[in-house]
């Protein structure tokens, strides 16, 4: 089969592969079209083996920040995923995040986010769940708001130990409240990822401000250790904030949080376009508790 052939064979084969690609293989493997088909097949179970190790690390997201998640990893969650289709009748369910779990110790980008949690049998995407831990936050300040009201009315009457109650209760929806917006946020982040997956890209879309610099911080220390690590000199990181077109007015929010924070760091970064920043870093860089 001359070489024109082969290559056409090979495209319909492999719809998804660039043309200098298939030719590329078909070159280093002399001509020989079962060994490029057998070159290319290889490559493709590897980068679906890279993919799933990065998806692992996704699994281990964001623990400090997050919580400390002792959950399934991606692999575990894909099998329980298979069985959920298998088995639709069954719910997944995951247990309560303490509140008050470590924030110290190695601050890794990826690592523990929480297992998405199925609210229904039928429930299917990560964006689904990272809506309903939205509202389900929105309920929990609704009642702190409402909880403390009361508590107020009793103190004020002189009823002290109802008071604490109402107070206590109040404390409780709180906690509630910012464990629902971290399994929100950390289902975004796995929903941005899945859309764009790039180990060197972290996509803030749908976070709040203040999760968006604490995760940006734990992603650019996880950065920088891998440069040191592997003794790479230099590497450059794209940042999705976003437009804002969605904020109060269209006026972005994350986007200057994120920039004064790279300012904060010392980190150089240019912008790419109106919602996405190239930041670039050093394995001498700073991380976060080298900051002053």
């Not at 030719?23 to 490559?43: E, P, S």
């Not at 069985?83 to 008050?100: G, L």
């Not at 601050?107 to 609210?119: A, G, K, M, S």
């Not at 109802?162 to 509630?176: D, P, V």
């Amino acid at each position: 089969m001359d070489e024109s052939r082969a290559i056409l064979h090979l495209s319909t084969r492999f719809p998804n592969k660039s043309r200098e690609y298939l030719v590329r293989k078909y070159y280093q493997c002399d001509g020989h079209l079962n060994a490029t088909i057998a070159a290319i097949t290889n490559d493709e179970s590897e980068e679906v083996s890279l993919c799933n190790r990065f998806l692992d690390s996704l699994f281990t997201c964001i623990g400090n920040l997050f919580c400390c998640w002792d959950g399934p990893s991606y692999t575990e969650f894909q099998e329980r995923s298979r069985n959920e289709r298998q088995y639709p009748s069954q719910v997944i369910t995951t247990p309560i995040i303490s509140p008050s779990a470590p924030k110290g110790a190695t601050r890794r980008v990826f690592q523990e986010l929480p297992q998405v949690h199925q609210v229904t049998t039928n429930a299917g995407s990560a964006r689904h769940s990272a809506t309903f831990y939205r509202e389900q936050a929105q309920q929990h300040l609704e009642k702190k708001r409402e909880l403390n009201r009361i508590a107020h009315q009793y103190k004020q009457g002189g009823k002290y130990k109802l008071a604490n109650e109402y107070f206590e209760a109040a404390k409780k929806q709180k906690q509630q409240h910012e464990e629902a917006n971290r399994r929100a946020a950390a289902a975004f982040l796995k929903e941005n990822y899945e859309k764009n997956p790039s180990n060197d890209t972290i996509d803030f879309h749908h976070l709040y401000v203040k999760e968006a610099v604490e995760v940006l911080d734990i992603f650019l220390d996880d950065q920088i250790g891998g440069l040191r690590d592997d003794n790479v000199k230099t590497k450059a990181l794209s940042v999705i904030t976003g437009r804002g077109k969605h904020s109060e007015n269209g006026v972005p929010k994350i986007k200057p949080a994120v920039i004064e924070r790279l300012i904060v760091r010392k980190l150089k970064f240019s912008e790419v376009n109106a919602g996405h920043l190239k930041v670039y870093i050093y394995k001498n860089s700073l991380l976060t508790n080298d900051l002053s």
